[in-house]
């Protein structure tokens, strides 16, 4: 049943959009050009999913007309960086779980602690990571470092490739945020012209660099509210500041399972692309 | 064909499923005897991260007003003995500084209270992520310190109690900062033995479990001298 899903959404979407076409550089063939409007048009038939599948399976396969073209997606540092803030980030969480055990409340000792679902629960070994408090402790100020030394590898990357013009949400994307919106409500029959990301994904992608960026700066004000007092009142006072860091766990969290979903079932082709770099699937008109 | 497009599709999800899968794995795990001494041994870099970098010799912490004070019977008080450890003879007790020193010293109370006095009410930060304000008067550290003049040898201080061997290592630039103080009053009154009387260690720029009550002496040593809670894992610099 999944199986043809992918193949029906992309003959409603615009390959063919003169906004949206692929430039010839990232496509690894001369005959690729022109190969992205004939995709569009092998899309709309459903029926030839075992025939796009066999043009995947030949490696370096010269995109031909029927076949979906071989792009290059993304930098092989923003794979690294991708995977390891992956892993990091659940070695983060872990500890950080573990560390919460610890004093299960936020607000100054004898109250009123600020609203927490988990106020005064334990969270269970399973998702901890550290055994005990100085475990905890030690794994998350040892997972910090290469947390933010890769996320700003990130970031220095986006800012000098001038690869963020493709991915940060600024207010003109609004309006193109709605467009997208109405679009996936049906309301709108035309997919909107987008580059690499469309307006929703920008969104989602800024904010999820932003939460990032605030968790390490929370972190730092909870590390050390003394020495860095300033940083501790602009989150409002430790206590806050330590409130914010654990609600980012489960903006993370929340991000992390749309994320994934969407990956899974509308563009499993996107996986690959964020492992080897090369995509093949429904939207090389992106790249 | 539709077969294999599922399988390859199906490796997709296995891959994903591993990631978590390894890290569940792995919960509640220190490190063992492989990784933990490593963990350790970042945990090292980070305190010299944090006493060279972020560490600043006079910076204040801040300070609050009084009616901010933690209601005195929330405030947290830890001890490893129980019952909480008393001084038999008061008139007894001293405190002895001794170690890499030119002058040891072996003060009685009354000689601490008649140094300089320094009063703050600031926040106390638990290790466990908890915080309480109170008022703390005592006199610097520094002041001591200048008594018995360290040696050029002298680089850690390490301050022992009569708490079942609770004791602490500290590092110079922490026992020099002007908030670091032998405190004898809490809340404006003396020290109730449950925060550590008759003398105790306390700056608002360390972990509670950094700031030894029921004190009986401080030696200076060249050695880093480890300490109860930092034997056992815990951030051996513990600042805040």
Redesign the interface.
Known sequence: MS?NDPERPAAAHPEGDAAAAPSAATVPSAAAASSAAAASSAATASSD??LA??AAAVPGAVAAAGKRPLVHRHHWLVRVTHWAN??LL??MI?SGL???N??G?FG???GPYYPNPFDGKPFP???????????G???H??LA?PFVLTGAAYLLYMAISGEWRSLLFRPRDVPRAIAMQLYYLRLRKQHPPQGKHNALQKGAYTFILLLGVISVLSGFAV???????WLT?LFGG??LA?YWHFWAVFLFLAFTLVH?TLV?VVD?AS??AMITGWYRGRFPSHD | ??D???SR?DL??LG?AA??AS??A??????GPHLGP???A??KV?DWV?EKL???AD?L??QYPRSQR??P????AYSISHPLPVVADPAAWAFEVKGLVAQPQRLTLAMIQALPRVTYTV?H?????????ATWAGAPLASVIALAQPTAAARFIRFDSFDHGYFNGWDLKSAMHPQTILAYAWNDRPLTPAHGAPLRLYA??KLGYKLTKFLTAMTFTAEQPGGY?EN????WLG??
Not at chain 2, 125 to 133: D, F, M, R
């Open positions: 199986d999913a075992a599948d066999e992956a892993v659940a070695g872990g573990q560390i919460y610890a004093f409340h100054p000792r004898g070994l399973k998702v901890r990571l550290g055994g005990w408090l100085a475990g402790l030690n794994w100020f040892a470092w590390y050390k509210p003394a020495q860095l007092s009142a430790y206590e330590r994934v899974l499993p996986l690959r | 064909m539709t294999r497009r599922l599709r997709f999800r994903l990631g978590p890290l569940l792995s919960c509640g795990w220190d490190g490593k963990l350790h970042i945990s980070n944090g972020f560490l600043s910076r912490a801040p933690t209601a019977r929330d405030f947290p926040k930060h638990c290790v466990e992520g908890w915080t309480a304000i608002p720029i809670w056992q894992g815990y951030p600042g805040v």
